[in-house]
Structure formats: structure tokens, C-alpha cells
């Protein structure tokens, strides 16, 4: 029998997993963690230097870094088994946005409005002008683009200017000027 229980308890074998998270929206993300040995004990986590005994752990990931996450587990037998997780958390991914050059608002329901495009940003805001600087169209979201009209009127075939304003999720400004061909 004791020849079993040791057989058991070197079961323990050390797993390693690669997790990767990024940090956008609110410079914090959470994730659950959580283990089921499928017996009765207890689970103690380890983040960082600090013990958790719960399970699942939902933790929130707010400092980029690199992190060990341990899970000791503890049968009512006495026996452990350890799991190890390497976790790097990142910043989010730098803000982009791009605009197109051309549309054709000509009611063959291809490229039909012009819309810029984009990922990790917020707070957006665009405006279209003529070539004497007037406003011809504004909008506070990439889900509103411009069919290339006026007050409800076809705008003529030409080149106009754009000015697009976005945030990244660390509220860091950024502005993109170009140019916009309109042909029918």
C-alpha cells in the first residue's frame, strides 16, 4: 500500500503553459483560470508572490510584464500536484487606421461610401471638404460613411480632403489627413 500511495504522489508532474494578453480597453483585462483534479482537496494559486485559495481564480491582468501563475493542488490523501503557467501581458497593439483613396457612390451597390477602417482605437471622428475648405460631411462613427452627397444632392466627380481623428485605449490623440477621388 505505501508503494501505491508514493506511486500516486508522484503522479505530480509540473505542466507548462504559454499564455498571452494584452492590455487595451481600460488597461485591464480579466481571465479565469480554473483546474478540476476530479478528487476532493484544495487549490491553492500562486500570482506574483501572492496565494490565492480558490477556484476558479479570475484574476485581472492590468501591468504588462511577465508573470508565473502555480497551481498547487492537494488531495485529502496528502498528495500535490503542481501546474505552472507563464503569462506575458502586453500592451495593446498600437492604433491604426486607413482610409481609401477612391469611391464610386454610382448605385451599383459596389464601394458605394466612403469609410475609413481601423483597429485599437475609440472616440473616432471624421469630416470630408471641398476644395474651398467647406464641410460637406461629418460623422462620429466608422459605422456612418460618406454616399458622396450634400443636403441630399450627388457631389460632382473630383478630389476632396479628409481628416480623420481617433484615440488610442491610452486616450493618445491621433489625426490622419488625405485625399478622397469621388468618380460616378
Known amino acids: 500500500m505505501k508503494k501505491l500511495f508514493y506511486i500516486l504522489c508522484l503522479i505530480s ?14 488597461n485591464q483585462t480579466t481571465f479565469t483560470y480554473s483546474s478540476n483534479a476530479g478528487i476532493s482537496g484544495s487549490y491553492v494559486w500562486t500570482v506574483d508572490g501572492v496565494d490565492f485559495i480558490v477556484n476558479p481564480l479570475i484574476y485581472n491582468w492590468d501591468t504588462p510584464g511577465e508573470y508565473e501563475i502555480k497551481l498547487v493542488f492537494t488531495s485529502l490523501a496528502g498528495c500535490q500536484d503542481s501546474v505552472f503557467y507563464n503569462v506575458t501581458v502586453n500592451d495593446c497593439q498600437e492604433t491604426t487606421m486607413w482610409a481609401p483613396n477612391c469611391f464610386t457612390p454610382n448605385g451599383d451597390n459596389k464601394n458605394e461610401f466612403w469609410v475609413p477602417s481601423g483597429f485599437n482605437y475609440q472616440e473616432e471622428y471624421f469630416f470630408i471638404m ?5 464641410l460637406l460631411f461629418e460623422s462620429y462613427s466608422l459605422d456612418n460613411g460618406w454616399d458622396g452627397k450634400v443636403n441630399g444632392r450627388d457631389c460632382p466627380d473630383g478630389v476632396y480632403v479628409y481628416v480623420l481623428k481617433w484615440r488610442d485605449y ?4 491621433y489625426t490622419l489627413y488625405g485625399h478622397i477621388t469621388l468618380l460616378r
Open 13 to 26: 508532474s509540473m505542466l507548462y503553459g504559454q499564455q498571452v494578453v494584452e492590455l487595451c480597453e481600460g
Open 170 to 173: 491610452k486616450r493618445k490623440p
Open 130 to 134: 471641398n476644395r474651398w475648405g467647406e
